[in-house]
């Protein structure tokens, strides 16, 4: 079975400033990683992903998250946030070769003027 | 991308009655979801369904029911509303055709049980 834990329920920050929102994992067998973003009153939507190949992931906005496979992480950053920014964030696995995502409790991200 | 569509987008309902959530995606996607969506727990797994009449339970499957007579669609049925299922609905599916194993959901229903 699988499990995801993200640290931070909630993370104000100030517009332009950097930012980290942490998610650990825990899985008996191999699995792919997910950052979906959630804007107010909407579903979620894929951030970025991490299925193989390098361990650094980027999305088209400027996000990037890490996958460590010692430290069964995958924190997702950005250099400078912007007030669009303001989402929440759910961290996910899924097995590889299996169908059902598992997802974290989600991290809410204020980003302040 | 299929389109997926949920309606109704908002509801209100009493407890004891049957309430239906509809689920509608375009594409004939295999794979669908249903998760509810409650603060300090993201998103919890009721049912899903792998093809037509083929349907499985989640992590918190009582008190609904799915079926599941075509690919299109995945409707959620709660057979006696209770003031515990009061929560946001999002129904997904899985695009594998690109076997990325990306899930797409609708933008969900809000229910509340008074």
């Known amino acids: 079975a699988q499990s995801v834990t993200q640290l931070d329920s909630q993370v104000p920050v100030f517009e332009e400033a950097p930012v980290e929102l942490r998610c650990n994992y825990s899985?008996?067998?191999?699995?792919?990683l997910f950052w979906y973003v959630q804007y107010p009153n909407q579903g979620l939507q894929l951030l970025l992903k991490?299925?193989?190949?390098?361990?650094l992931v980027e999305s088209i906005n400027g996000f990037e998250a890490e996958f460590n496979k010692s430290q069964t992480s995958f924190h997702l950053r950005k250099p400078s946030v912007h007030i669009s920014d303001t989402a929440e964030y759910f961290c996910?696995?899924?097995?590889?070769?299996?169908?059902?995502?598992?997802f974290g409790a989600g991290t809410r991200l204020f980003v302040k003027a | 991308d299929a389109e997926i569509t949920q309606s109704p987008r908002h509801k209100i309902t009493e407890t004891g009655r049957q309430v239906t959530l509809a689920c509608h995606q375009t594409?004939?996607?295999?794979?669908m979801f249903w998760y509810r969506q409650d603060l300090g727990h993201g998103l919890r797994l009721i049912h899903y369904?792998?093809?037509?009449?083929?349907?499985n339970k989640g992590e918190v499957s009582d008190g609904y029911s799915v079926s599941r007579s075509n690919t299109e669609d995945l409707p959620l049925t709660l057979e006696s509303a209770a003031s515990s299922q009061t929560s946001v609905y999002f129904c997904?599916?899985?695009?594998?055709?690109?076997?990325?194993?990306?899930?797409?959901f609708g933008a969900g229903t809000r229910l509340s049980v008074l």
């Open positions: 996910a696995v899924s097995p590889t070769g299996g169908f059902k995502t598992i």
């Open positions: 899985s008996s067998v191999s699995v792919y």
């Open positions: 991490y299925l193989s190949g390098s361990t």
């Open positions: 594409w004939n996607h295999n794979n």
């Open positions: 369904s792998y093809g037509v009449q083929d349907t």
């Open positions: 997904a599916y899985l695009n594998m055709r690109r076997r990325t194993v990306i899930q797409y």
